[in-house]
């Protein structure tokens, strides 16, 4: 079993940063996988970036690359979303998902979520 709470999250306005945060623990949380998604008002949920055990490769989505970056600290099992020059697109609700089994970017693939984190960005 593993567990998995984001903290980060927060009322910005339009070119701000954020720092997400995702930490995992259990048996398997130091080697497994790492991603975050977003949910939209209205929307279903989307992919947004993925960082593997080692933290190599990593992948994102279209719409945010080059802004957003994903790292990992392995010592403290917690992965991170740096968000830079924020749109009001990017406001969601950010999860973050440990251990996959599938491919990065099927939700149904990822094994373990948090409980999400708001992000609103304001024009």
């Known amino acids: 079993q593993v567990h998995v709470i984001e903290s980060g999250g927060g009322l910005v306005q339009a070119g701000a940063s954020l720092r997400l945060s995702c930490a995992a623990s259990?048996?398997?949380?130091?080697?497994?996988?790492m991603g975050w998604f977003r949910r939209a008002p209205g929307k279903e949920r989307e992919f947004v970036a993925f960082?593997?055990?080692?933290?190599?490769?990593?992948y994102y989505s279209d719409s945010v690359k080059g802004r957003l970056t994903i790292s990992r600290d392995g010592a403290k099992n917690t992965a991170y979303l740096q968000m830079n020059s924020l749109e009001p697109e990017d406001t969601a609700v950010y999860y973050c998902?440990?251990?996959?089994?599938?491919?990065?970017?099927?939700?149904?693939?990822?094994?373990?979520w948090g409980q999400g984190t708001q992000v609103t960005v304001s024009s």
């Open positions: 259990g048996s398997t949380a130091s080697t497994s996988s």
């Open positions: 998902a440990v251990n996959l089994r599938g491919s990065y970017s099927d939700s149904s693939a990822w094994n373990y």
């Open positions: 960082i593997s055990g080692s933290g190599r490769p990593t």
